[in-house]
């Protein structure tokens, strides 16, 4: 008799999996429709794709500019450098990586800067962002702007979220391989995970930016949020070293504004994301814990405040798609 009411559950269960399932689509639709600036958004659980539509803008196999998404991008870039010792350490200064970039005006002890310093965006130098950010990018001259700023904080102490930072990074990095950093971005993640890298901004001296304005498409977010959430490997090749993904998600510091934690390069939930976040609400997202990946489009001019809707999209991500899982 037990055996035949264990059976009978078991069955029901099964067969009720399907419409739980269907439910939790239909929420997560209901919740789509509440957010008309998303584009697009994926859902990965391993190997089976959960949830991939774009109701607004081009699909999901356009380019996209992921904006400060990128920043995570260059993180990823400095944990390969490491791994083929063209850098020496996550904690070597720029004045032994990249001597040749720091100019005449560079303020005192930025060549001090570490690039674990830049990558956790706490270099200390008054930030290029926000109110700063036009007259940074109109400068002739972006690095030497970035590193003759004022020391507002010490070096490795509070967040200063910067894109001169990442910039600054993003050179040191072109320094010490070699390569541009299109060229280490087509080798080291473009190839092996098989994604188109198009060229993207270049400042006044030809550096490629580092943080902002870089274009993927939807489908190849969705591939760096996999090869976060399994430690750095995709499709049982490793192509980012296992110890520089878990160092990533070490928290160094914590936003002002989103009150997220912050490790190399990348934003850290308490629910347990890793996530890469950029303008208007763009977002790379692993949760290892529960075996997913998300990739997250947006209208790309709007902007998405940790008041507004990048909330909204937290609340996405801690609702209906962590019920998915």
């Known amino acids: 008799m037990m055996y035949r009411r264990t059976f009978l559950v078991a069955t029901a269960a099964a067969l009720s999996t399907p419409f739980i399932a269907r439910a939790q689509a239909d929420d997560l639709r209901s919740a789509l429709d509440a957010l008309p600036q998303l584009h697009s958004l994926q859902i990965s659980r391993g190997a089976d794709t959960l949830f991939a539509e774009a109701p607004r803008g081009p699909g999901l196999d356009r380019l996209a500019n992921i904006k400060s998404c990128s920043k995570s991008i260059v993180a990823l870039l400095l944990g390969a450098a490491i791994d083929r010792d063209e850098v020496t350490s996550v904690t070597a200064p720029l004045s032994e990586v990249a001597p040749n970039i720091l100019p005449a005006s560079a303020t005192a002890g930025a060549g001090e800067i570490t690039l674990e310093d830049l990558v956790t965006l706490r270099a200390g130098l008054e930030r290029t962002s926000g109110q700063n950010y036009g007259a940074w990018v109109n400068s002739r001259h972006w690095l030497a702007d970035a590193l003759s700023r004022p020391m507002v904080a010490e070096p490795g102490g509070q967040m200063l979220y910067s894109t001169g930072s990442t910039h600054i990074l993003g050179a040191a ?153």
Request: cysteine-free; overall charge neutral; charged content about 15%.
């Open 173 to 325: 990095l072109t320094e010490a391989t070699g390569q541009s950093l299109l060229a280490q971005t087509r080798e080291r993640l473009g190839r092996p995970l098989d994604i188109e890298i198009p060229p993207w901004t270049r400042d006044p001296q030809g550096y490629y930016m580092g943080g902002n304005e870089m274009a993927l498409r939807p489908t190849a977010m969705l591939k760096i949020a996999k090869l976060m959430r399994d430690g750095g490997q995709y499709e049982n090749a490793q192509v980012i070293p296992e110890s520089w993904i878990t160092a990533s998600t070490v928290p160094y510091a914590r936003s002002p504004w989103s009150g997220l934690s912050y490790g190399y390069g990348w934003f850290l939930s308490p629910s347990g994301y890793t996530l890469a976040r950029g303008y208007g609400g763009q977002i790379i997202a692993s949760h290892e814990a529960r075996n997913l990946a998300v990739a997250i489009t947006s209208d790309p001019n709007q902007p998405a405040r940790s008041g507004g809707y990048f909330g909204d999209l937290m609340r996405l991500l801690d609702g209906p798609v962590l019920a998915l899982a």
